[in-house]
């Protein structure tokens, strides 16, 4: 049974007769139901009875109901309303829009709007770049989505994505101060999409791609950066690729390994595993296998996909062949991008001595975290109940404020190595441990420590020019 989280966090309104024991009873019974129980107060009080909000933390919406029958079962309780609190948070959307300027008077709005507005549209319609100082487009983003690959949810299309895009844009905010807003689109064309993202750009300064299936995601991202003059970033690919370099820098630390060393075994050959596969070669990594669903990616293999064809050919430098379990007998380092539950404790147990092992399938990870620490050094996953999250919030805020800040229109490898070099250096080497490999995401520097790294990549590069 999966630990109850605050994702499935509920409330609980109950009437309950007022009696020095109530409280107590209710905290009982809804924790031998199995519930985490974060918060109980007595809302109202009368004579005989009293009013009171229990609020835990469930499984799901199964487990809901048992923790409201077991509430109910207390003689002389009755449960009045179960409210889901993560579908309260949602109610109304997530952002708003809030004018930077005060509009005061008419004096103001003279200069908001029209007619002082007409010589800053003038301004810019005879030198277009104008546009990025005097308008939205300065600090604004786009995060852009067909709802093809949402999470672990698939392809669940543009309104079911939007909640996800949503919060998204309240992280760039919170972490970075940056604009951005949900662009969820009713089409999967790749031409199309291309065409409308173009049509929309003079609006953003960036365009964050996100949950967009592999193939057509790398087509996309490869046009749009070649046919934009703004930077265009594919998070599930290198936001993933940026976090997972910074922990296994750490991890590495650790239990004193080099990449250049290591045998690296990488499940999944999408849009991040693909992504990743090419920043740790870039890093210096020399033997990566990489497994998707039908085994080991090789040399002399079949591949519609050029993306496989790309690692077949930089990849697997011992030509092997066979099964993800069999590839991680011996391996020192396991990256999974993949699917729940495709190793189990033994394939960890096979694996090197002092073994790393990333299992980030979310909300399911390839092998339970708690299992692979009984034979791996290091173990880190995609969720937030266990150590070591590996989460792009860590990512993709500052380095769209580093690429805001430098005015920049392309993305490099350098910043790439950057963003996760600043990610990895936020974890001291009196704070480094097996448990402690990537700063939390609450951590307040990150994002800065990330922008500032962009910016002097850039003007290293200007310098250099």
Same mark, same amino acid.
């Given at each position: ?32 139901? #199995? ?27 199964e487990h809901a109901d048992q923790v409201r029958d077991a509430v109910e079962a207390l003689e002389g309780v009755t449960v009045r309303l179960v409210s889901d *609190? ?51 487009? *300065? &600090?604004?983003?786009? %995060? ?33 101060? @940056? ?70 820098r750490n991890a590495l630390k650790v239990v004193g390994k080099s990449i250049g060393d290591v045998r690296i075994v990488v499940s999944g050959v999408g849009a ?14 020399h033997d990566i296998v990489a497994a998707g669903r039908d085994g080991a990616i090789h040399a002399g293999g079949e591949y519609a996909d050029a993306h496989r ?9 011992? #030509? ?7 590839? %991680? ?7 999974? %991008?993949?699917?729940? &539950? %495709? ?27 708690? @299992? ?18 590996? &989460?792009? @919030? ?7 404020? #580093? ?46 420590? @990330? ?15």
């Amino acid at each position: 049974m999966a630990n109850p989280g605050p994702g499935n966090s509920i409330t609980l309104r109950i009437d309950a007769p007022s009696k020095f024991s109530v409280t107590s009873e209710l905290a009982a019974a809804a924790a031998g139901a #199995g519930a985490a129980i974060t918060a109980l107060d007595v809302v109202e009080s009368h004579p005989t009875t009293i009013v009171v909000d229990l609020t835990c933390n469930t499984t799901g919406e199964e487990h809901a109901d048992q923790v409201r029958d077991a509430v109910e079962a207390l003689e002389g309780v009755t449960v009045r309303l179960v409210s889901d *609190r993560t579908f309260l948070m949602h109610l109304g959307g997530k952002l708003e829009v809030n004018p930077r300027v005060p509009l005061r008077n008419r004096d103001d709005l003279s200069r908001a709007y029209t007619p002082g507005v007409a010589r800053v549209c003038m301004a810019i319609a005879e030198d277009k770049s104008k546009a990025r100082q005097l308008t939205v487009k *300065r &600090n604004t983003i786009a %995060v852009v989505t067909d709802g093809t690959a949402v999470l672990g949810l698939g392809d669940i299309g543009p309104e079911a994505a939007l909640p996800v895009m949503e919060g998204k844009a309240a992280l760039f905010k919170q972490f970075a101060n @940056v604009d951005a807003w949900p662009v969820c689109l009713d089409t999967k064309d790749t031409e199309e999409i291309i065409k409308i993202v173009k049509a929309i750009a003079p609006v953003y300064g960036g365009v964050n791609l996100e949950d967009i299936a592999a193939p057509r995601c790398f087509e996309i991202e490869a046009r749009l950066r070649e046919e934009l003059d703004i930077p265009v970033f594919h998070d599930d690919q290198h936001g993933t690729a940026i976090v997972t370099l910074a922990a296994l820098r750490n991890a590495l630390k650790v239990v004193g390994k080099s990449i250049g060393d290591v045998r690296i075994v990488v499940s999944g050959v999408g849009a991040a595993g693909n992504a990743i596969i090419q920043l740790l070669l870039a890093e210096g990594a020399h033997d990566i296998v990489a497994a998707g669903r039908d085994g080991a990616i090789h040399a002399g293999g079949e591949y519609a996909d050029a993306h496989r064809v790309e690692i077949a050919a930089t990849t697997n430098p011992r #030509g092997f062949q066979g099964s993800l379990k069999e590839a %991680v007998v011996g391996a020192d380092v396991f990256i999974g %991008v993949s699917a729940p &539950n %495709v190793l189990d404790e033994a394939d960890i147990a096979a694996m090197a001595d002092d073994a790393i092992v990333f299992a980030m399938a979310n909300p399911t990870p390839e092998i339970d975290p708690i @299992v692979a620490s009984r034979h791996a050094a290091v173990v880190a996953t995609g969720r937030s109940d266990f150590p070591n999250q590996i &989460n792009n @919030v860590l990512a993709f805020p500052g380095f769209f404020r #580093g690429l805001l800040d430098a005015g920049v229109s392309d993305i490099t490898p350098p910043m790439l190595v950057a963003a996760a070099d600043a990610i990895a250096a936020r974890v001291g080497e009196d704070e480094l441990n097996a448990s402690f490999i990537i700063p939390s995401v609450f951590d307040p520097l990150v994002a800065g420590a @990330v922008a500032e790294a962009i910016v002097r990549v850039v003007e290293a590069g200007a310098t250099k020019e």
